[in-house]
């Protein structure tokens, strides 16, 4: 029974590049959450996704992010363009409802921008 | 508000001793989560709590949930080297911000020397 599966783990992008983080579910959860945790602190909610669908994403930032869970595949979150500030861990978590009860995490894919 | 505030911040204590970390919030939980995140990794589930005044026990672990659901503990008793990590309380969110999010806590930073 795999759980949450990120790719890459780790990841340099220079100032300006595209970064695309994947994010492949547990067997059976269809609902992918992304969150961003900077040095020393908490996770931040970014973005929650069904197949297909973008429910909420009040935690994204405005520009140059975006996300998709496509019908088949792992979810992608997308950074265009980035700055050295977008340099943090980024976390996906699944579930097997909508209800916010319980996640599971993945490893998390560290993106530095140089 | 979704705040939960997690008390102490950073806490470095002996082997064997006990101790005693917070999560508090001023707004009624539906349910609360507890994770512990080790460096380079994704948190990890350690247990949910639903019902006010609530205790649940894995090994070493006492998690409390108070009466009211605003706050709850987690009392480690002999602490050993392997429970250092990043101790994190999570809660869903409520209907007004995103019944579907995890907030989290900003989490207590826990080491146990030898």
């Known amino acids: 029974n795999a759980g949450v599966m990120q790719n890459p783990r780790h990841l340099v992008r220079r100032r300006g590049q595209e970064a695309r983080l994947r994010c492949s579910p547990m067997?059976?959860?269809?609902?992918v959450y992304w969150y961003r945790q900077l040095p020393e602190e908490g996770l931040k909610f970014m973005v929650y996704?069904?197949?297909?669908?973008?429910?909420?994403e009040s935690g994204m930032p405005k520009e140059r992010f975006s996300a998709e869970f496509p019908k088949e595949g792992p979810s992608i979150l997308r950074i265009q363009q980035v700055v050295r500030g977008d340099s943090a861990a980024y976390f996906c978590?699944?579930?097997?409802?909508?209800?916010?009860?319980?996640?599971?995490f993945g490893q998390g894919t560290r993106l530095t921008v140089v | 508000t979704q705040l939960l505030e997690q008390s102490p911040q950073f806490l470095s204590i002996q082997e064997g001793e006990n101790l005693t970390v917070y999560c508090n919030s001023s707004?009624?939980?539906?349910?609360l989560q507890w994770y512990r995140q080790e460096p380079g990794e994704g948190p990890v589930l350690l247990v949910t709590?639903?019902?006010?005044?609530e205790v649940k026990k894995l090994k070493r672990l006492t998690f409390q949930f108070g009466d009211a659901r605003k706050d709850s503990s987690l009392h480690i008793t002999a602490a050993q080297p392997g429970d250092t990590g990043l101790y994190l309380c999570?809660?869903?969110?409520?209907?007004?911000?995103?019944?579907?999010?995890?907030?989290f806590g900003t989490g207590t930073r826990l080491t146990v020397i030898p």
């Open positions: 978590a699944s579930s097997p409802t909508g209800t916010g009860t319980e996640a599971f």
């Open positions: 067997k059976g959860h269809s609902h």
């Open positions: 996704l069904q197949k297909e669908n973008i429910i909420d």
């Open positions: 707004s009624v939980f539906s349910s």
């Open positions: 709590v639903v019902t006010g005044g």
């Open positions: 999570a809660r869903p969110g409520s209907n007004q911000t995103g019944a579907n999010n995890l907030f």
